[in-house]
């Protein structure tokens, strides 16, 4: 696949609470946690999809935009 078509997508997550964790996980075969980042409620992360990133999971609740629309999860 074009690297730029996979890489270019930006989220947005909000935290609506103390410790959301935003977990990003591994690009290719091997998929598996690479980082996780902590937010306190009302902080903001601003991330892409990147050669390193293919996945995100997010813990704990939050508002969550990406470019299929917003999500609030609990
Ligand atoms: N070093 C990571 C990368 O380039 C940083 C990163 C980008 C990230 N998007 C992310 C980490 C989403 C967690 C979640 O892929």
Same mark, same amino acid.
């Given at each position: 696949? /074009?690297?730029? &078509?996979?890489? &270019? /997508? ?5 935290? @609506?609470? /103390? !410790?959301?964790?935003?977990? !990003? @996980? ?10 996780? =980042?902590?937010? /306190?409620? !009302?902080?903001?992360?601003? #991330?892409?999809?990147? =050669?390193?990133? &293919? #996945?995100?999971?997010?813990? !704990? ?5 990406? &470019?299929?629309?917003?999500? =609030?999860? =609990?």
């Amino acid at each position: 696949m /074009d690297k730029t &078509s996979v890489t &270019s /997508d930006f989220f947005v997550i909000k935290a @609506l609470e /103390d !410790g959301v964790n935003v977990i !990003g @996980l591994t690009r290719g075969t091997d998929t598996r946690f690479h980082h996780s =980042e902590k937010l /306190d409620k !009302g902080e903001v992360m601003i #991330a892409q999809f990147t =050669e390193h990133t &293919s #996945a995100v999971k997010v813990r !704990g609740k939050a508002i969550i935009q990406t &470019s299929h629309g917003q999500i =609030e999860n =609990e």
